[in-house]
């Protein structure tokens, strides 16, 4: 190892000191027994408020508040899954089950391997699953495979990137199957967990809805619940990485380096930590994925100028501007092909 690279590499084990001299990475306890307290409260009512309105058409106007209650609860997952909340990797693994699968009907087991593959190699070419090519592409290497109809519906990926999130909540519920029976490359950690919780969520959900409502009000309301689900899910992760650079498959860049420099914060206030459970403090979570939701907004402040002090570079905009790179990224890979 040059001297250089012992320089870098050392960067971030000095601030990680820092970070942890002031408590950061301490669990809070507190924060998440409220925190799930009341997500769990607000989908439960939620529910209740279905059964409820009954047999109207009203009810479709409790479908959006059904996917908030969706994607808070996934939120809660998505931390389980970094070890933010409890000590044990069991502990969280099982809290993980109980909100996703059970809660939310989404594979918690298939989402956090995808999930951590890509926290290890962060908009690295082949290497993180969420850049790789499918209905949209995120490289310019990747247009060149692209003729006719496929060529052209990238060169409209940017226009179509809002509406086709509404097709999420679908996907990740295809993408749980598959995995759930064995049709992904890895299959779930605790699978024999997994399946009894999924088909529970799957089988609730339907029982409910069909018993409650009339068939065409049924399927109307699964239809926008999904839209809306998908749409916040895809918007919450977004800004987080799209737009930001793409490192080539062989890429030597330091940890510190790599998690930030294609990383984006969005900044917002108190309210926008809410709405995307935290993940605005991306360039933070990165850098320390176990450390707990709360306390990223107080280590924001120490990272940012400890980038600053090393000359490493530090995204953070707007939520409309966060959102407007990530189109024009989108619409610049579009162009080439």
């Avoid at 839209?227 to 895809?234: E, K, P, S, T, V």
């Avoid at 707007?318 to 092909?337: E, F, K, N």
Wanted: aromatic content about 10%; glycine content about 10%.
């Amino acid at each position: 190892m040059t001297t250089l690279d012992a320089t870098r590499g050392s960067l971030y084990a000095d601030l990680s000191r820092q970070v942890r001299l002031a408590g950061l990475l301490d669990r809070r306890s507190g924060y998440y027994t409220m925190r799930i307290s009341a997500t769990v409260a607000a989908y439960a009512a939620v529910w209740v408020a279905v059964v409820l309105v009954g047999e109207s058409w009203w009810v479709l106007a409790l479908a959006p508040a059904m996917a908030i209650a969706h994607t808070q609860l996934a939120f809660v997952g998505h931390d389980a899954g970094h070890r933010q909340i409890l000590r044990g990797r069991r502990a969280n693994d099982l809290l993980g089950i109980t909100v996703a699968n059970l809660g939310v009907g989404l594979s918690y087991g298939w989402w956090i391997d995808k999930h951590n593959r890509h926290h290890a190699h962060p908009n690295q070419e082949g290497r993180d699953p969420d850049i790789a090519p499918g209905a949209l592409v995120f490289v310019p290497s990747q247009t060149r495979a692209r003729n006719g109809i496929s060529r052209a519906w990238i060169r409209l990926q940017a226009f179509i990137f809002f509406p086709l999130l509404l097709l999420e909540g679908l996907n990740l519920f295809v993408a749980s199957v598959r995995a759930l029976t064995g049709r992904t490359a890895a299959a779930p950690r605790h699978r024999g967990l997994e399946i009894p919780a999924f088909v529970l969520n799957v089988g609730g959900y339907l029982a409910v809805l069909f018993l409650t409502l009339t068939p065409g009000q049924a399927v109307t309301f699964i239809v926008v619940h999904q839209g809306f689900f998908g749409l916040y899910m895809g918007c919450s992760f977004a800004p987080n990485h799209k737009g930001m650079p793409i490192l080539a498959a062989g890429d030597t860049t330091d940890y510190l380096r790599r998690q930030v420099l294609t990383s984006r914060n969005v900044d917002g206030g108190r309210l926008i930590d809410g709405i995307f459970g935290g993940l605005n403090y991306q360039i933070e979570h990165h850098l320390f994925p176990s450390m707990p939701r709360p306390s990223l907004r107080r280590a924001q402040p120490l990272i940012r100028r400890f980038c600053i002090e090393h000359d490493v570079p530090y995204a953070q905009t707007s939520l409309i501007d966060s959102y407007r790179q990530a189109l024009r990224h989108l619409h610049d890979v579009g162009g080439r092909a």
